[in-house]
Structures are given as C-alpha cells and as structure tokens.
Antibody, heavy 119, light 108 residues
Framework: QVQLQESGPGLVKPSQTLSLTCTVSGGFISSGGYYWTWIRQAPGKGLEWIGHIYYSGKSYFNPSLESRGAISVDTSKNQFTLNLTSVTAADTAVYYC???????????WGQGTLVTVSS | EVVMTQSPASLSVSPGEGATLSCRASQSVNTKLAWYQQRPGQAPRLLIYGASARATGVPARFSGSGSGTEFTLTISSLQSEDFAVYYCQQYDDWPGHTFGQGTKLEIK
C-alpha cells in the first residue's frame, strides 16, 4: 500500500526557509487521481492544512500561509516538497504529508517530522 | 472557510463505558466529514469517512452519524487504546479542508 515519509532539517533559524520533502512509496504520484498534501501541528495544538499539489504541478495553499509558502513536485523521484520562507517560532510544528483525493479524506499519512524554529 | 467546532474539549470516561463526541460545522458539509484518532506521538489515523463509514480495520465499537452541520462520533465500551485525541475534518469545501480543534478522551 502507499506509504509516505517526511524528511528534512529538524532545526531552522528564524527568518530562514523551511524545506521538507515527502517521499511516496508503494504508488506513483504521476498516476493521478490524488493530490499530495502538507499538514502541520504546533506543539499541543490542532491540525492545520498547509496545501495540496497534483502531479501536474497544480497546487492550492492555505490563504494564511500563501504569501510565504510553495509546494513543488518531482515525479521522477516520486517526491513533493514544501518550502516555507521567513519562518518564525510560530512555524515550529510537526509537519505531516498525506494523500487526498478531491473532496475526500486524508489517507494515508506520513509519520510526521518535528521542525523547530530557533536560533 | 468552514469552521469546525468540537465539543467537549476533553472528556473523562472509565474503561468499558461509552463516549459521545460532537462536531459542528459553520455551514452544511453534507456528509463530507471524517474523524481521526491521534495517539500521543503518532500521526492521525482515519477512523470514519462519509460521516458514518468505518475505515479499513476500525473496530465496530466506533460509529459516526450526522449530516449537514451536526455530527457525532460514538465509541462504545472504551478500551485502553481508545484514550486519545479525536479530530473531525470537513472535506466538502475543496481545497480548504478544515479540522476541529480536537476532543481529548481521558481515562477516568
């Protein structure tokens, strides 16, 4: 079955760019039919949708993060990447990647990776 | 944006008893509502989709109901592994899927 795995630095300095990659196994991003998603969870808080991307590159972003964020896809590596610029301590969170179909639920999820923004 | 509101924020229940968790949407989401369980240190796990359909491998003691703006997750005969945080999520409003703030189910 499809599995997702996040990777990237666990510590990012304030004002720098957070960059995380999600690697998909057991299926191909280029097969279509699904969007690939980033979701985050600040310590002790709830879940926040960040954005989706399709294999074609079509993407959607949470309006509250749109000015700082971008998601890209590399079908040759079966990966998609989140970039979030000008980070602050408020961006400290566990970042999850997940799969979603249009007007469907998130399933499966990656295990998550903690990113701490600190000098 | 569709705002999802869960109640209560926390619930203390004894093992073997049942629990009812509520989720309200700020506008109708039809039955496009999912429930997730999150245990400490783990990613959320899909329990219910379509407001009432159990995901693969989810025990029958979990049931979902509701439509429009009012939804309920019922867990009968709580087991130790059920004590966790539960989130509802609407997916009617594409692409901006939104989550409730969560209900923490604690052992009494």
């Amino acid at each position: 079955q499809v599995q997702l795995q996040e990777s990237g630095p666990g510590l990012v300095k304030p004002s720098q760019t957070l960059s995380l990659t999600c690697t998909v196994s057991g299926g191909f991003i280029s097969s279509g039919g699904y969007y690939w998603t980033w979701i985050r969870q600040a310590p002790g808080k709830g879940l926040e949708w960040i954005g989706h991307i399709y294999y074609s590159g079509k993407s959607y972003f949470n309006p509250s993060l749109e000015s700082r964020g971008a998601i890209s896809v590399d079908t040759s590596k079966n990966q998609f990447t989140l970039n979030l610029t000008s980070v602050t301590a408020a961006d400290t969170a566990v970042y999850y990647c997940a799969r979603v179909a249009v007007r469907r639920w998130f399933e499966p999820w990656g295990q998550g990776t903690l990113v701490t923004v600190s000098s | 944006e569709v705002v999802m509101t869960q109640s209560p924020a926390s619930l203390s229940v004894s093992p073997g008893e049942g629990a009812t968790l509520s989720c309200r949407a700020s506008q109708s989401v039809n039955t496009k509502l999912a429930w997730y369980q999150q245990r400490p240190g783990q990613a959320p796990r899909l329990l219910i989709y379509g407001a009432s359909a159990r995901a693969t491998g989810v025990p029958a003691r979990f049931s979902g109901s509701g439509s429009g703006t009012e939804f309920t997750l019922t867990i009968s005969s709580l087991q130790s592994e059920d004590f966790a945080v539960y989130y509802c999520q609407q997916y009617d409003d594409w692409p901006g899927h939104t989550f409730g703030q969560g209900t923490k189910l604690e052992i009494k």
